[in-house]
């Protein structure tokens, strides 16, 4: 044994047991370290939770807003047949006729899912009539059929009656609510836009508001007003603001009236007697606009077969054509009044009002 070794050889058994403790101590750590990792991950989700052991933790309601998974729409699927086809009345034809030759009762339901789209039998009689005959002669699809005719319906006199140089009016009737000062403020919007000088008249003098909104859409859309207190005399009213249109140089006078139901005697009298005195006052009256709102389905025609037995209806505006409704009802207007469409409401912003462009009217009609 070389000298000065023995003690370390004596201490041999104790550092033996030292390194082993160590040893012990650093497994123990690694093994704790692993386990605490374990039981993070599960309690996070990422992984199950050992069976049998005990149940996975309940969050805390923090814990349950912080972690909840986003909404997401649900996972794309295979559409249904019905979704594919889409169930608007273009694809409601379309199924009807697909793969046989249409046969009597074809055609009934075919004027039957007109009537449902609110464009009224007499005018879905003569639809189906015509698109009949064409379908008979050998042009196939009774969608596409269907569409110009409806265009050829509608088609015609859409342009407003304006006369160029001088002052031209047009009046607004409609109920309340139908979207006659929204229209109105629109199309004063729409003339300007086409460079023309437009004054309004506010002879709904029954209603504060409605002067007060008027109002609001003249400063909106660079037009004049005048408008009088409630109760004033609605015929004054529109007398002044001819005078006034005149005086200014102005192009076009809109005239706001009062829509108060349009079965009370009252409101019709006063319509006619607003009509003579603008007729005195400015000579003809270039046009005189129903506004009918698309969503008030058959009510529309009603309301347009009232107001043409107090005043001569040469035109209709459609509004609130953003809606589900299609505004099938200005079909009806058409066969059973004569009266066309001019102008089409789509929204409450100043630029939501368009010239009616018929064949784009039928394509919306029939589309889905
Ligand atoms: P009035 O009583 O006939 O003068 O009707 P208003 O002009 O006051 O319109 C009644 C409501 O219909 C208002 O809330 C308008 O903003 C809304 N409105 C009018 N035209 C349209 C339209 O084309 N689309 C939509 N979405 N709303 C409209």
Redesign the pocket.
């Known amino acids: 044994m070389p000298p000065g070794t023995g003690h370390l050889l004596a201490s041999r058994p104790v550092t033996a047991f030292l390194v082993a403790v160590a040893i012990g101590l650093v497994f123990g750590l690694i093994l704790a370290l692993a386990m605490r990792s374990r039981v993070r991950r599960r309690e996070a989700g990422e992984e199950p939770p050992a069976r049998g052991l005990r149940a996975p933790p309940i969050p805390s309601r923090d814990e349950t807003i912080a972690t909840a998974p986003p909404v997401r729409p649900a996972a794309p699927t295979a559409p249904a047949p019905a979704a594919v086809k889409g169930d608007g009345l273009g694809s409601r034809i379309r199924a009807l006729f697909a793969g046989k030759k249409a046969s009597a009762e074809e055609w009934s339901r075919l004027e039957d899912l007109l009537i449902r789209a609110d464009v009224g039998p007499t005018a879905a009689t003569l639809l189906v009539s015509r698109v009949k005959e064409r379908y008979e002669e050998g042009s196939p699809d009774p969608a596409a059929l269907m569409a110009e005719e409806i265009a050829n319906v509608l088609g015609g006199d859409n342009d407003l009656h304006l006369k160029p140089g001088e002052l031209s009016v047009i009046m607004v009737v ?13 199309l004063a919007a729409l003339l300007g836009r086409r460079g023309l000088k437009v004054g309004m008249a506010n002879s ?1 003098t029954f209603r504060a508001a ?1 002067g007060e ?1 008027l109002s609001v859409w003249a400063e909106r859309s660079g037009a004049h007003i005048v408008t009088q207190t409630r109760g004033a005399d609605p015929g004054a009213v529109a007398f002044d603001a001819v005078q006034s249109a005149k005086a200014r140089g102005d192009d076009v006078l809109i005239v ?1 009236t009062a ?1 108060r139901l349009h079965t009370r005697q009252p409101l019709m009298a006063e319509l006619e007697k607003v009509k003579r005195v603008l007729e005195r006052a400015a000579g003809d009256i270039e046009d005189i606009l129903l ?1 009918i ?1 698309a969503t008030t389905g058959q009510n529309g025609i009603t309301q347009a077969r009232e107001f043409t037995k107090a005043v001569p209806l040469t035109g209709v505006a459609l ?5 589900t409704a299609k505004g099938g009802i200005v079909l009806a207007v058409r066969e059973e009044l004569d009266v066309p469409v001019k102008l089409v ?4 912003q100043v630029g ?2 368009q010239p009616f462009d018929p064949q784009a009217f039928a394509n919306n009609l029939l589309a889905g």
């Open positions: 409609g109920v309340n609510g139908a979207g006659k000062s929204t229209t109105i403020g629109k709904d409605a909104q706001d829509g506004v709102d509004t609130k054509l953003d809606g409401g789509t929204g409450e939501d009002l």
